[in-house]
């Protein structure tokens, strides 16, 4: 599959409407029974089937993962199974605890400039491209993508329809010394449960995009096609005109959402995740998880 360059007056083919939810708008997130049914089966499918002990994959990380992965039993235990060995490649051996906020890896939180939320009222993860992870910060590196991760799903709207994902590539310098972990890096960043509903790749070079094109007909025998049908390349231009301007980086012309510290609004944001309980509660057969899922309208 290869990815083509739109333009500001193309239109997106990608449509809201499937991952629209019928919960209610708010500030805090409610599990329904049906999701922490859910997280209760992946945590006993990665204890039992993979040897995975609950100390290397917290509540909140396991909760955000599942709904991510629209309650999907096995596809769930599989992702954070890959998930927790290229964390340990990448100096994570211990995985991702319920202490969400690590400060020894907020610098590493520097290629995501403050952003606000899109035109559906979900967060934008907008990132500044190119740059290496040295072997010294590979921990670091992980942790803050995790707590990033985390945060911009701190919220009912984001989290269960997705957010919008925007890679700002204009500032890369080719000619950068590659390290030598720039496949694991890669490899951990596309093994994070997520499902952003689009993927603009902005001011990429001819160069770059044809070896983002052809990492991508690599991702495609992993990856489903209604995702990779969300990936456009665009001019940055582009990119900020599919977002509010009041949520743009503040670099790009924007307001940044209103964030003045993009740390401390991780931060913040980590504290309002809600922990599950998922140690009451028997857990459903698969029939009845199908009945939850088909009453919360998750597809």
């Given at each position: 599959m290869v990815i083509k360059e739109i333009s500001r007056e193309d239109t997106f083919s990608?449509?809201?409407?499937?991952?629209?939810?019928?919960?209610?708008?708010?500030?805090?997130?409610?599990?329904?029974?049906?999701?922490?049914?859910?997280?209760?089966?992946?945590?006993?499918?990665?204890?039992?089937?993979?040897?995975?002990?609950?100390?290397r994959v917290g509540s909140v990380f396991l909760a955000v993962a599942t709904i991510n992965c629209k309650l999907r039993v096995d596809e769930t235990a599989e992702k954070i199974v890959k998930l927790l060995g290229l964390m340990e490649k990448l100096?994570?051996?211990?995985?991702?605890?319920?202490?969400?906020?690590?400060p020894d890896a907020k610098h590493e939180l520097h290629?995501?400039?403050p952003v606000g939320t899109d035109n559906r009222g979900c967060s934008i993860t907008w990132i500044r491209g190119g740059n290496r992870v040295s072997k010294e910060e590979e921990r670091n590196h992980a942790h803050a993508c995790i707590m990033q991760y985390l945060s911009v799903h701190a919220d009912p709207t984001t989290l269960r329809n997705g957010l919008s994902f925007i890679i700002d590539m204009s500032?890369?310098?080719d000619k950068q010394a590659k390290v030598?972990?720039?496949?694991?890096?890669?490899?951990?960043?596309?093994?994070?449960?997520?499902?952003?509903?689009?993927?603009?790749?902005?001011?990429?070079?001819?160069?770059?995009?044809?070896?983002?094109?052809?990492?991508?007909?690599?991702?495609?025998?992993?990856?489903?096609?209604?995702?990779?049908?969300?990936?456009h390349f665009v001019s940055v231009d582009d990119a900020l005109s599919r977002v509010p301007l009041k949520s743009a980086p503040v670099y790009c012309g924007?307001?940044?959402?209103g964030v003045k510290c993009y740390k401390e609004w991780v931060k913040e944001r980590l504290g309002q995740l809600t922990k599950?309980?998922?140690?009451?509660?028997?857990?459903?057969s698969a029939d009845n998880l199908a009945d939850s899922l088909a009453q919360t309208k998750i597809e």
């Open positions: 990608a449509s809201f409407s499937d991952s629209e939810s019928s919960y209610p708008d708010g500030s805090t997130i409610i599990y329904s029974d049906g999701e922490l049914d859910a997280m209760r089966q992946v945590r006993a499918k990665l204890t039992t089937d993979h040897g995975i002990e609950s100390s100096g994570c051996p211990d995985g991702i605890d319920d202490e969400l906020w690590k290629p995501y400039p500032g890369k310098d030598g972990n720039e496949k694991t890096v890669q490899a951990f960043y596309q093994a994070i449960p997520q499902r952003p509903q689009i993927i603009l790749i902005a001011g990429s070079s001819f160069i770059m995009r044809t070896i983002i094109n052809k990492s991508i007909k690599l991702a495609s025998l992993f990856i489903k096609q209604k995702v990779l049908g969300r990936i924007g307001e940044g959402g599950p309980d998922l140690s009451e509660g028997p857990e459903q």
